[in-house]
């Protein structure tokens, strides 16, 4: 990802303004209705006396895919399944189309794209609804004058013939959706494939113009990281987040807040930012309150589940009516929809690959009988107390969570909790570097490796639906 940071690093009392591009506005087209009509090309698409004759674009570099658009007579060099070919670059190309913290679109990314779609649906034979559709949709997305920005800097012949060769792909990506998807039999399928993005992108938009100072600072927070630069991230992030769950004072109400785009963000990135600081305790506790939550932070994240709910959905109802499929239920199953393996950073896979990890440290809770401060923290005392024994079992549902990239469904879980009595609790003393926000009296659960420990909530009492004054290490109410 690439910002403009005008804060160099996260320190304390700096100021992080990233200029966000405007959205919602520029040459996109309207979303009143699925594909509108689009002139054809008046001169064909000249090339360069340099064009390649095959061309190698299984190596996940843009470049080569950009050459095949301006060489339209170049093919992939693995030609015996050019199908195939194009399909594999243009799953890795999807990979870098609005999967940011926020919007950024390269129109030249987005153009190379397109151009893979259209070769691809000239060849296949029997194209899915997701991918011709889907196609059509980002064809529609394509802004000319952002791509004659972008590929300024190239000779004056290859951006004319690069210009050319997007008109001529978004006609024709357009032509071939709707001739093999009528909308008058396909209407379902267009509700899918182009509404759903749409509509969602609309919320997207919506919600970030609404929270415009948060955004920037995300993705600041992202700037500065690829740079290296990340101590004194902690502060801002606690800051934004605090406020953004203000009023949400149980763990349901906390967790709606906390697992929405917006909060998922913030608190992903405060997580990595203790992380990233050697605060591996304090990484965890936030990565709690983020287990088994979708993550729907990019607009690519956000259109894939909703088009996921809205297939399973027409699954279960095809298998009662299965003349209206097409029509009313769509007729890709769940399991074909595929997430998008986004482009990642190595810091991005350390960070992924180390997640699991920082959630294997052990629990204790009980109510506070004394607190005592220490140079190196503080101690938390338990009362001893008879509590509430429970079984918890949970158990798969029927609801689809997601589809892994191999096509294994996941399903959702549901916990029940049985009441089996009481038993006498006192658990051992442990030490926490910050009990800001920890009274007397108040139930505590802390995680802890080893001898050191990190509070993980603290409120009234055990239940779920109790008062909560403090979680990881948001103090709610605050800020």
Excluded at 133 to 143: S, T
Excluded at 193 to 213: H, L, S
Excluded at 433 to 450: H, L, P, Q, S
Excluded at 461 to 467: C, E, G, I, K, L
Aim: proline share 6%.
């Amino acid at each position: 990802m690439r910002f403009h940071l005008l804060c160099p690093a996260f320190v304390v009392g700096c100021s992080f303004v990233a200029k966000l591009p405007k959205v919602g506005s520029g040459s996109q087209q309207s979303t009143d209705s699925p594909i509108p009509s689009a002139p054809a090309t008046s001169e064909p698409v000249s090339y360069s006396e340099d064009c390649p004759r095959y061309l190698s674009i299984s190596d996940q570099n843009l470049e080569p895919i950009i050459t095949l658009m301006r060489c339209p007579d170049a093919t992939p060099s693995s030609n015996s399944d050019t199908v195939g070919a194009y399909h594999s670059a243009r799953m890795w190309v999807r990979g870098g189309l609005d999967n940011s913290i926020v919007e950024t679109p390269s129109q030249l990314k987005r153009a190379a794209y397109v151009h893979l779609c259209a070769r691809q649906l000239r060849e296949e034979h029997k194209p899915p609804p997701a991918m011709a559709i889907g196609c059509a949709w980002h064809a529609d997305r394509l802004d000319p004058n952002g791509l004659a920005k972008e590929i300024a800097t190239r000779p004056a012949s290859h951006r004319s013939t690069i210009a050319k060769q997007a008109a001529e792909d978004v006609r024709a990506v357009r032509e071939i959706a709707l001739r093999e998807f009528p909308k008058a039999r396909a209407a379902r399928e267009w509700e899918v494939f182009y509404d759903v993005p749409t509509r969602v992108r609309n919320e997207y938009i919506a919600r970030r113009n609404a929270n415009q100072k948060t955004y920037q600072q995300l993705v600041a927070f992202e700037t500065a990281v690829q740079n290296g630069k990340f101590e004194g991230c902690a502060a801002p992030l606690r800051d934004s987040l605090t406020t953004y769950v203000r009023g949400a004072s149980t763990m349901p109400a906390l967790a709606a807040r906390i697992t929405d785009p917006l909060g998922y963000a913030l608190t992903e990135a405060l997580a990595r930012c203790h992380y990233y600081n050697e605060r591996t305790l304090q990484a965890g506790a936030l990565l709690v309150l983020l287990d088994k939550a979708r993550r729907q932070v990019t607009l690519v994240e956000q259109i894939y589940f909703a088009q996921l709910d809205a297939l399973a959905a027409d699954a279960e109802k095809a298998k009662k009516f299965p003349n209206l499929v097409g029509s009313k239920y769509s007729s890709m199953n769940p399991s074909d929809l595929r997430p998008v393996s986004s482009w990642t950073s190595k810091l991005d896979d350390s960070w992924q690959q180390q997640q699991r990890e920082l959630l294997g440290f052990q629990t204790r809770e009980g109510r506070v009988a004394k607190l005592e401060k220490t140079a190196s923290g503080t101690v938390i005392q338990f009362q001893k107390e008879r509590v509430p024994v429970v079984d918890v079992r949970c158990h798969e549902t029927n609801r689809i969570d997601t589809i892994t990239p191999e096509g294994k469904i996941r399903y959702r879980e549901e916990c029940t909790s049985t009441p089996k009595g009481h038993a006498w609790s006192s658990p051992p003393p442990i030490k926490v570097d910050d009990a800001n926000g920890v009274k007397m009296g108040r139930f505590v659960r802390v995680g802890f490796e080893g001898d050191k420990g990190v509070v993980l909530s603290s409120g009234e009492s055990p239940q779920a639906t109790a008062r909560l004054e403090r979680v990881a290490d948001l103090l709610l109410g605050a800020g």
